[in-house]
């Protein structure tokens, strides 16, 4: 079936403006969550979803960064009056019920702010 | 919070010898640590996973250890072949945390002919 898509894939924008990133989960898996992968560096959560709501936002950097979810599918994640330092690749993951299971990953957007 | 540190960064072996990536976890609480691998410009995919309750788990080539006392874990990978070469990355997570994974610094893994 289809994995984990993610849109735009690459995504250039000059400081100061609002970006979404969306995400499409696997059909039929209730968690979604947010990474960030700066270069060279691991996955940063950023924000975890079961259902709708999104028990778990500890990982968002500040104020500038929001997430929601709609219908239990796609998830927009929204990055406000951009920096450079936001500059990274933003990976989505989908897993069946948010226990511990497998994750499955899109194909990330990758965000330059000039 | 969890914090996972990840040794060596990189590594370079010989095609047929075997690789073995270290991992070191601060929480108590987690009890869950896969393993994903990520090819140049592709998506994370897990290639093994273990929990808190077993110590060892084999998957072909690859296998994983885990020592809870002394909170590490490790990936091992033998008769090593080209297309292992990939950046690993290690994680942990702990029970009833939504499965929120807390990441390693990866590790560069290089395969030569």
């Known amino acids: 079936g289809a994995g984990v898509s993610q849109s735009p894939s690459n995504k250039v924008t000059e400081k100061g403006k609002d970006v979404e990133l969306r995400c499409d989960p696997i059909s039929g898996h209730t968690a979604l969550y947010w990474y960030r992968q700066s270069l060279g560096q691991g996955l940063e959560f950023l924000i975890y979803?079961?259902?709708?709501?999104?028990?778990?936002k500890s990982g968002l950097p500040s104020d500038r960064f929001s997430a929601e979810r709609t219908g239990g599918s796609v998830s927009t994640l929204t990055i406000q009056r951009t920096q450079q330092e936001d500059s990274a690749v933003y990976l989505c993951?989908?897993?069946?019920?948010?226990?511990?299971?497998?994750?499955?990953f899109g194909p990330g957007t990758r965000l330059l702010v000039l | 919070g969890e914090n996972v540190e990840q040794h060596p960064s990189t590594l370079s072996v010989q095609e047929g010898d075997s690789a073995v990536i270290k991992c070191t976890y601060s929480?108590?609480?987690?009890?869950?640590f896969p393993w994903y691998k990520q090819e140049l410009g592709k998506r994370p995919q897990l290639i093994i996973d273990?929990?808190?309750?077993?110590g060892e788990k084999k998957d072909q080539r690859i296998a994983v250890t885990l020592n809870k006392t002394a909170k590490h874990f490790s990936l091992h990978i033998t008769e090593t072949q080209p297309e292992d070469s990939a950046v690993y990355f290690c994680?942990?997570?702990?029970?009833?945390?939504?499965?929120?994974?807390?990441f390693g610094t990866g590790t560069q893994l290089k395969v030569e002919l």
């Open positions: 993951a989908s897993s069946f019920q948010g226990r511990q299971e497998t994750q499955y």
């Open positions: 273990i929990r808190s309750n077993v």
């Open positions: 994680a942990a997570s702990p029970a009833g945390g939504g499965n929120k994974l807390t």
């Open positions: 929480d108590s609480a987690s009890n869950y």
């Open positions: 979803f079961q259902g709708n709501s999104a028990p778990d």
